[in-house]
């Protein structure tokens, strides 16, 4: 198997792919250059600045409300580091538009002591990906975004498997009426689509990670208990589960120590399409507006917040987080076709 997977050219992309986007995603604030949370610093100032633009700011001045002369060491320690843009210019950071100067020299400071000053608390930014309305740093929040879509896929995933598995194997191995009423209810679910059910979910349980989680995983978890069940069946007949039920041992042993270990090929390709399935539904929850709330980044709510500049020169502000969603989402449907073609018993070397 991992012979034929170093030669799979589809899941050799895929898993580069999602290997860059798990290490953003862990590295999370370690690599933003917002290092607020949910990288959600406001600056009215700074709304949308094109991809690749510096800035070049310093902080608040806050004298202290006295009459006395106070030294260049007591001035600076009253510079407040939030918020840090009332003073801001773009370009040359030697030539600025805005320099903030501390005193004069009637107050007994030279110009000299002022301009170091000013050096000693100038700052700047790249805005990579450009800003937002809100002056948000668009890279940063895709960055802690990443974070949120793959927690959220995994975890789903997690979940569709146990709950698809308990259902499909019980179905499968039991068969008469309990057999009869999981058929009922994986048909139920199937017949309706995937998407409307999450968004159901999501109206009874609300808005936030965790509801979009759980109406993730109760979205995904019926391909598996329908591929489980139709393999359940066919493994119940076979001479080693038989020898298993007149040895006398349990039906749990033989459901999870006998049966499941066979289903391994089929679940993990079902694993990496979930995984890609849930990335899809979190980012469609985000964009209905029913997935994580503000002010937590998710690449659908942040489609949906900036859908109206699709038609402006700001376009990016939506392509650059649709475009992540559709890498994700390729990337692990390539590892799912790369390992499918891995486990076929048919696939020759």
Known sequence: ML?????????????????????????????????????????????????????????????KPSNTTDSVESQVSHFAETPS???????????????PTLGNPGQGMNTDDSLKMVTAVFHNRTFWLGSDRFGRDILSRMIIGARISLSIGFFAMIASLIIG??????????????????????????????????????????????????????STWVEVARVVRGQTLQLKQREFILAAKITGFSNARIMFKHILPNLKGSLTVLATTNFASAILLEAGLGFLGLGVAPPTPSWGMMVKENLGYLVLDNSYLALVPGIAIMILVMAFNLMSMGLRDALDPYTKD
């Open 165 to 218: 598995v308990i259902i499909g194997i019980s179905s499968g191995y039991f068969g008469g009426r309990i057999d009869s009423f999981f058929s009922w209810l994986i048909t139920v679910f199937w017949s309706v689509p995937t998407l409307l059910i999450a968004l159901g979910l999501s109206m009874v349980f609300g808005k936030g990670y965790y509801q979009v989680l759980l109406a993730t995983a109760l």
């Open 85 to 99: 843009y009332l003073f801001w210019a773009l370009g040359n950071p030697n030539t600025p538009k805005i320099i």
């Open 3 to 63: 012979h034929q997977l170093k030669k799979s050219k589809l899941f050799l992309t895929g898993a580069i792919l999602c290997g860059i986007l798990v290490v953003v995603g862990i590295l999370g604030y370690a690599i933003t250059t917002d290092p607020t949370p949910n990288a959600n610093q406001i600056v009215p100032e700074w709304s949308n600045l094109a991809p690749g633009t510096t800035v070049y700011y310093s902080n608040e001045s806050k004298p």
